[in-house]
């Protein structure tokens, strides 16, 4: 009896879907018998069989708006959001008091990021029972979407009292709390719904990323214990012991578990970013390579898999066969195109490049990256037409993403000698993103005497550390590219980073140990930590590091000084008047987002004082790199450098005179001078800069 299916269903009972399907063989002329066998197939896990037998339900009585609500809850689950907003739509106009029905939009519209619709959802639902507890979950999942946190707590609070049994309510609350940082009533949450529900796979990695979150890593292993009990044959097991061991600080044994959750599932995505945090601070670049093949004998049709192997390439040589094999392997792969595309530009291949945007854009017709790069050829042959097309990805992209289309569009109006236009683009390129460091002043007389009678500077070889820096718009991002592979004396990162904990002492810090001479030890403990950051490079056999600085600051050189006495400075710079327009045209790469120009003008000038302070008078080794020299005597500086950083051979220079080019090989600079063209514009600004480029020995027009 079909009454007898719908009591088992209600119990959950074991032998539901043999009852169901039973009596849909009895009675296969039966809506109902149909509808009661896609209800228990959709409970047993059968989706096909659940979706065949609503169907045949809805065939038999399609004017039934229970049978098209379950369609599309089916449908929501199977994650077809088309079929599950029509279903539920003509399940409503077929019963216009179909609450499910409405409480499945809210969830549709709230995934498709439409709040507003969502609210016009949950305020038909309130007309047809405003009283019913679910409600109180609709318009607390609604108040979360909104980032209204306290009041989606206080909302699903009350579900959760109103519906103490019922998982879907319970985890929604425990999404809340983690989101607003309420992480112990999260676990609270999350563990009634475990309780109902102990065998639940979202439920245990729920709580095991909040558990990580909690930095209580033995707790997460004990829960990763009992869901590789729970599913022994799901390499996600794996995947989540990796991340507790990378959170735990053990990258090698991180490692070791993500390889084994790709070696069963090498599309594993939380294993794959897991591998590639564990190779990152493993910082072992033959060990990544090794990795990323292991993945690639298994499944060689996966774009992001090559996508990180290209990233560890020996050099472009190996660069350039990896691609090869990736297109061999995905040759109708818009990613790969798109890379070998990238290549064939870094090479010099300009009608090869250009093809290869062509054919990334006949598979993926909105790519930014391919459109840009057609967009860049195309400045070069038609600056006019390269301004159209730019306009149009502007149109099409909201900032921060056109910020690259705008960049290039005020070069283009540069080059035709339209600075108005130019600057106007690039000011936009800019716009509410300009946050800038703070402008520390310059050290207090302590630290004047202090340098005065600092010993002298010990011979370059005795330190192992040459930090590299470089203010916005002098393309220091050029040098890092000379010296990423230099010989002996590798990058610390790819990335430029804050002065190692040093600037985490304030000036009246540093004043009292001057006072009780405390100055030397407080140095020794700064060195300390920052030299056990290098040595995992040092015990590969290197001589020393490069240390690439986003920002310079004079006031650590006391307690290099004392601490690191051989530490040097090599320093990137052009007149400070060009270091404004291109920072201003191209942003900064190893610096901060341009604000307005007054300000960003007052924040380079306070950078470069610091810069001086540092060599004159507190006597710190810095080579000053013309990055405009560069450009004509690249050999000669590099020469410069080699024997300023004590290293055994020069670097190539072809990287950095390759990284001064972007897409289509348009300059990534512009000429030395070319801030004269822009007095008009920007000669408030300049005014800032001009006594300390004469300073540095440039000329005052």
């Known amino acids: 009896m079909l009454q007898d299916v719908i009591d088992a269903l209600r119990r ?131 108040a979360l979407a909104k980032g209204e946190g306290e009041r989606a707590i206080e909302l699903l609070n009350a579900a959760a009292a109103a519906l103490p049994n019922d998982v879907e309510v319970l985890t929604a609350l425990a999404i809340a709390y983690q989101k607003h940082g309420h992480v112990a009533f999260a676990e609270q949450a999350l563990r009634k719904a475990i309780n109902l529900q102990p065998r639940s796979a979202g439920l245990r990695l729920m709580l095991i990323e909040s558990l990580i979150s909690q930095d209580r890593i033995d707790d997460a292993a004990n829960e990763v214990a009992i869901y590789r009990q729970q599913h022994p044959q799901d390499p996600t097991a794996d995947a989540m012991d990796g991340d507790v061991q990378l959170h735990a600080g053990n990258p090698t044994g991180a490692l070791t578990a993500f390889r084994a959750a790709l070696a069963r599932a090498p599309r594993n995505m939380s294993a794959l970013a897991g591998a590639q945090h564990a190779l990152e601070a493993l910082r072992d670049r033959e060990l990544a390579r090794t990795v990323w093949e292991e993945i690639l004998q298994r499944d060689d049709g996966f774009d992001l898999v090559w996508a990180s192997r290209l990233t560890f390439t020996e050099d472009a040589d190996a660069g350039r066969d990896v691609l090869h094999r990736w297109r061999a392997a995905m040759p109708d792969s818009a990613a790969a195109f798109l890379n070998q595309a990238l290549q064939d530009e870094a090479d010099g291949r300009d009608t090869e490049a250009e093809a290869g945007y062509d054919a990334v854009l006949e598979r993926a017709p909105q790519q930014f990256d391919a459109l840009f790069g057609k967009a860049a050829y195309e400045l070069r042959r038609d600056p006019a037409a390269g301004i159209a097309r730019l306009g149009a990805l502007i149109a099409q992209a909201p900032l921060p993403r056109a910020k690259p ?104 810090l540093i004043a009292r140990a001057l006072a009780a001479d405390e100055l030397p030890a407080l140095a020794r403990e700064v060195a300390g930590e920052y030299a056990r950051s290098i040595e995992p490079y040092l015990r590969q056999g290197n001589q020393g590091v490069f240390d690439w600085l986003a920002w310079w600051d004079a006031r650590v050189v006391p307690l290099l000084r004392h601490a690191l006495p051989g530490t040097r400075l090599v320093a990137a710079l052009r007149d400070p008047r060009d270091l404004l327009l291109n920072w201003l045209a191209f942003g900064a790469p190893a610096g901060p987002v341009f604000a307005d120009p007054r300000a960003s003008a007052a924040w380079l000038a306070n950078q470069l004082e610091h810069l001086l302070f540092a060599r004159d008078a507190l006597q710190l080794p810095v080579l000053i790199v013309d990055m405009d020299r560069l450009d004509a005597e690249a050999p000669a500086a590099m020469q410069e450098i080699a024997a300023f950083a004590d290293l055994p051979t020069a670097p190539d220079p072809q990287p950095a005179l390759k990284a001064r080019r972007g897409p289509g090989r348009l300059p990534m600079l512009l000429p030395a001078g070319r801030w004269r063209a822009y007095r008009d514009e920007l000669g408030a600004a300049f005014a800032v800069l001009t006594p300390l480029a004469e300073r540095l020995g440039y000329p005052r027009e």
């Open 405 to 508: 289309a705008l960049a290039w569009r005020g070069q283009a109006h540069d080059g035709l000698g339209n600075t108005q236009d130019a600057v106007a683009d690039w000011q936009q390129a800019h716009a509410g993103l300009g946050v800038l460091p703070p402008a520390h002043a310059l050290p207090a007389d302590p630290l004047r005497a202090l340098a005065a009678a600092a010993p002298v500077p010990a011979a370059v070889g005795d330190n192992p550390v040459v930090m590299l820096w470089g203010p916005p718009g002098s393309g220091s991002e050029r040098l890092v590219a000379a010296l990423h592979r230099s010989p002996s004396r590798p990058l610390l990162q790819a990335t430029p980073q804050p002065l190692p904990r040093m600037l985490e002492f304030p000036d009246e």
């Open 12 to 142: 959950n009972a074991p032998d539901a879907l043999a009852l169901a399907r039973a009596e849909a063989v009895a009675a296969p002329d039966s809506a109902d018998a149909n509808h009661l066998l896609g209800m228990a197939q959709r409970e047993a896990g059968d989706r096909a069989g659940a979706r065949a037998s609503f169907d045949r339900a809805i065939g038999l009585a399609p004017d039934e708006s229970l049978y098209h609500f379950s369609r599309a809850l089916l449908a929501y689950a199977e994650g077809d959001v088309d079929v599950a907003n029509r279903a539920s739509a003509h399940a409503l106009a077929l019963d216009p008091n179909q609450l499910g029905a409405y409480l499945l939009r809210i969830q549709l519209a709230i995934a498709g990021g439409d709040l507003a619709e969502a609210e016009r959802q949950l305020l038909l639902a309130e007309r047809v029972d405003p009283e019913h507890p679910r409600l109180l979950f609709a318009a607390g999942q609604v």
